[in-house]
Each structure stands twice: as structure tokens, then as C-alpha cells.
């Protein structure tokens, strides 16, 4: 049967640039008008974000400061109480002085101190020999491997410096030679600094997969996702309709966090706002387009919501290298990382806040996160297919 002229002549302006541009228009002011609409939307870009900030720039902390130990004067004099005084003024040291380890060992069981440091009897013979070296015994606490280390390397720090200051007072006669440490980028290792950068990324991969997979998920349920395939909207008009707000919304989120974590948390921002959007939005692109894969793929928003946290936040939480370095991982888990977009991400956002506009290590990972973005928006087009399921 051919078609009447009227037909032809309507598929062909339905067709037109002007058309898909009209329609792209008003299906992103619906959802423009949804979003606003809806609190929930409101609640996961706005309140979410902040309330996560909060939680990793207050609540959590891997500075190693102000570690309660116990110190053990066997025999007390001059020389020990001088040691004694230096692991008092240590900022790293909560102290408190007893004269007998067994003073201190409950403590040390029940996680209440860190370790306990043993001045022996014969620290101060050892100190006035020529050549004798000071022992002092450290007990650590070892169900906690990371503080452990920590502590055990402070108490080092404090016994060397204090015997370097004893020989410079000596006029140099026992001069301890080492080495001097300089920090870059974050001079006081303020684990602050990093964790901020890394908690933005977590409100990004939040954001941008589950609002999207929700919301749609949302429309499948309630059925208006079949009234919009029965209109001359294709489906890739109909992902760019709601990609495009929720991109903008992910971005003023990104934006929100910043300013939290320059002006209150004191991150330094020494990159550029180009670097920042630029990076951000690579991975916008990926986070959303799973949203949309995993909302078309589920159709129900309690199974999309589930999804859309093992997908984005663990992964970014875990596998990241946001709070385990990822060269410590087993070596078949450091083979996985790389898929994971926010792998790519928290490195560049600690870049552009510490270091500054790296642009060879900001180009590279920009370049993945836009390829892990077309395979993404690819399957998710694919998964909406302009039918009922």
C-alpha cells in the first residue's frame, strides 16, 4: 500500500533537525520540571552530598595523632626523664608515666592504649657508655596492623630525635646522621586533604547512578515510560532528555562539594575550575549512563536502587584506591580496579586539589572515563528498545 502524501509529508518533518530538536527541548524541561518536583531528587543531589561530606571530613580520620601509650620508668633519673619528656611534648602521644609495665598491660588488652614503651633500668648506664646505644622496649598493639606500624614508628622518631639533640648539645661528639624528609603537596599529611577529594567522588557515583536509576525505574513502574515510547521520540532522544538535567544537577553537585571542602574543611584548590568540570564531567557520563542501564534492565525501583548501590558505591569505596592502596590489593583484584570509573577519578580530583593541573595524568583518565561513558550509553540505548517489555 503506498502512502498519502500527508503521511509522507508528516514522517518527514516528525524527522526533521528542527523536530528532534524541539522534542530533545521539551523532554528535557519535563524533566526539568520532575526534577523539581520530586523531593527525593532534591534530597539524594543536595542534602546526600553534604551529609557525606560532613561524615568524611569530621568522622573520619587516619592522622595518626594523640595515640594514648603507657611509659615505664624502671629506674627513674635525669637521662630517662628527659626521654619521658620527649614522648610527653610529641603531639603524636597521649602519655601517661607508671613506674611498672604491669601497670599499663589491662590497658594495652582492652584496646585502650596504643602500646607501651619500656625505659629499662639500664638506660642511663647505656646513655653515659662511649659507644653504647639506648634500648627501650616498645609493646604495640597488633589487632590493629596500620596503628601498630604507626605508633611503632613514632616511638623511633621521638628516641631519635631526642638522642640527636643530646648529641648536638654534646657539641657533636656522638653526631647521628639521617635523613631529612620534605612532603610534598600536603606538608602536615592531613588525611583530610585526601579523603575530601575521594568523598566527592563517592557523592558523584552516588548521584549520578542512583537518581537516574531510580527516577526512570519510577516512570517503568508507573507506566509513563510506555506512553513516552508511543510518541515519535526515539530512544536515544529519550535517554538525552533525562541525562542532560540529571548531568547539570550532578555537576551543581560537584560544585556544592567544592565549596564545602575549600571554605570549611580548608582543602587547598591549587588546580584549575576548567581541570575540575572537565574531569567531572567525563565521569558523569558513565555514572548516569549505568543509571539508565541498570533502571531500563530492572524496570523496579527497590531492585534498582539495590543495584545501583553495589555498582557505584561499593566499588568506588573499595576498589578505588580511596582508602586501600590498590598496589597492596591481591594481584587479581588490582586487575578489576581499572574498570571501575572511579578508579580514574579520585586520582585527578586529588590532583587538581593538591598537586595542581597535571594535564598528562588529567588527559589520560579523561579519555578512559569518555570510553567507559559510549560503552555505557551504547548498551543503555540498546536495553530501551520503543517497545512494551
Known amino acids: 500500500m503506498t502512502a498519502s502524501p500527508g503521511t509522507g509529508a508528516a514522517d518527514v518533518r516528525a524527522c526533521s533537525p528542527g523536530a528532534r530538536v524541539r522534542r530533545l527541548a521539551a523532554l528535557m524541561k519535563k524533566e526539568t520540571l520532575q526534577i523539581v518536583r520530586d523531593p527525593s531528587s532534591i534530597l539524594i543531589s543536595l542534602v546526600l552530598p553534604v551529609v557525606l561530606l560532613f561524615l568524611f571530613g569530621y568522622g573520619v580520620s587516619l592522622d595518626a595523632t594523640r595515640n594514648r601509650i603507657g611509659l615505664v620508668l624502671e629506674l627513674p633519673s635525669p637521662t630517662s626523664r628527659g626521654l619521658a619528656a620527649a614522648f610527653q611534648a610529641s603531639p603524636y602521644f597521649d602519655t601517661r608515666i607508671g613506674l611498672d609495665r604491669r601497670e599499663f598491660e589491662d590497658s594495652l588488652v582492652r584496646g585502650e592504649l596504643g602500646g607501651i614503651v619500656v625505659i629499662p633500668s639500664t638506660f642511663a648506664s647505656d646513655m653515659a657508655r662511649r659507644g653504647g646505644a639506648p634500648r627501650v622496649q616498645v609493646l604495640v598493639d597488633g589487632t590493629d596492623p596500620n596503628t601498630a606500624a604507626l605508633v611503632d614508628g613514632h616511638v623511633q622518631g621521638v628516641i631519635g630525635n631526642w638522642v640527636a639533640q643530646r648529641a648536638i648539645e654534646a657539641g657533636g661528639k656522638q653526631a647521628v646522621a639521617g635523613a631529612q624528609s620534605r612532603m610534598w603537596f600536603n606538608a602536615e ?82 588546580g584549575s575550575a576548567g581541570a575540575l568540570y572537565a574531569v567531572s564531567s567525563a565521569f558523569l557520563i558513565p555514572a548516569l549512563g549505568q543509571g539508565l542501564l541498570i533502571s531500563a534492565a530492572t524496570k523496579n525501583q527497590f531492585l534498582a536502587a539495590q543495584l545501583a548501590l553495589m555498582t557505584s558505591f561499593l566499588p568506588t569505596f573499595l576498589l578505588s584506591g580511596f582508602l586501600f592502596e590498590i598496589g597492596s590489593m591481591p594481584r587479581a583484584i588490582q586487575v578489576v580496579t581499572p574498570l571501575v570509573p572511579a578508579r580514574w577519578l579520585i586520582p585527578s580530583l586529588e590532583s587538581v586539589f593538591l598537586s595542581g593541573d597535571l594535564w598528562p595524568v588529567l588527559l589520560k583518565s579523561i579519555g578512559i572515563l569518555l570510553l567507559y561513558g559510549v560503552v555505557v550509553l551504547a548498551l543503555a540505548v540498546r536495553t530501551t528498545r520503543k517497545r512494551v517489555a
Open 189 to 270: 599529611l592531613t588525611s583530610r586533604y585526601f579523603l575530601v577529594p575521594g568523598a566527592i567522588a563517592i557523592v558523584m557515583a552516588l548521584v549520578g547512578t542512583l537518581l537516574t536509576a531510580l527516577v526512570v525505574a519510577r516512570e517503568w513502574e508507573r507506566g509513563t515510560m510506555e506512553a513516552m515510547m508511543a510518541t515519535p521520540v526515539s530512544s536515544v532522544e529519550l535517554l538525552l532528555g533525562k541525562i542532560v538535567p540529571y548531568f547539570v544537577l550532578g555537576l551543581g553537585s560537584m560544585t556544592l562539594c567544592t565549596v564545602i571542602a575549600v571554605s570549611l574543611f580548608h582543602v587547598p584548590f591549587r
